[in-house]
Nanobody
Framework: QVQLVESGGGLVQAGGSLRLSCAASGRTFSAYAMGWFRQAPGKEREFVGS????????RYADSVKGRFTISRDNAKNTVVLQMNSLKPDDTSVYYC?????????????WGQGTQVTVSS
């Protein structure tokens, strides 16, 4: 089992940057691919991006491609979402999640979320 805790959210002006971190507990963190999702009020949860267990592969939603980068440090049990050139439309609660197989949609473990607000 994996427990996830996000941090790093906050208020930022459009065009700015934020770095979200997700700290994982458990010795099996390196076995899981990790994903980032977001959900704005009144909207469905949206896939942001994911990274394979080794960190060798990443993929992103078209809406964030070229602006967001996911990385991980398996020695520190952390995954990071670096967000640049932020837009007001990026305002959401951001969640990290763990899945056993990269490319699978069966994300079994979720963090509690961190709020990101981008002002215009």
């Amino acid at each position: 089992q994996v427990q996830l805790v996000e941090s790093g959210g906050g208020l930022v002006q459009a065009g700015g940057s934020l770095r979200l971190s997700c700290a994982a507990s458990g010795r099996t963190f390196s076995a899981y691919a990790m994903g980032w999702f977001r959900q704005a009020p009144g909207k469905e949860r949206e896939f942001v991006g994911s990274i394979s267990s080794s960190g060798a592969y990443t993929r992103y939603a078209d809406s964030v491609k070229g602006r967001f980068t996911i990385s991980r440090d398996n020695a520190k049990n952390t995954v990071v979402l670096q967000m640049n050139s932020l837009k007001p439309d990026d305002t959401s609660v951001y969640y990290c999640a763990a899945v056993f197989s990269y490319g699978s949609e069966d994300f079994r473990y979720w963090g509690q979320g961190t709020q990101v607000t981008v002002s215009s």
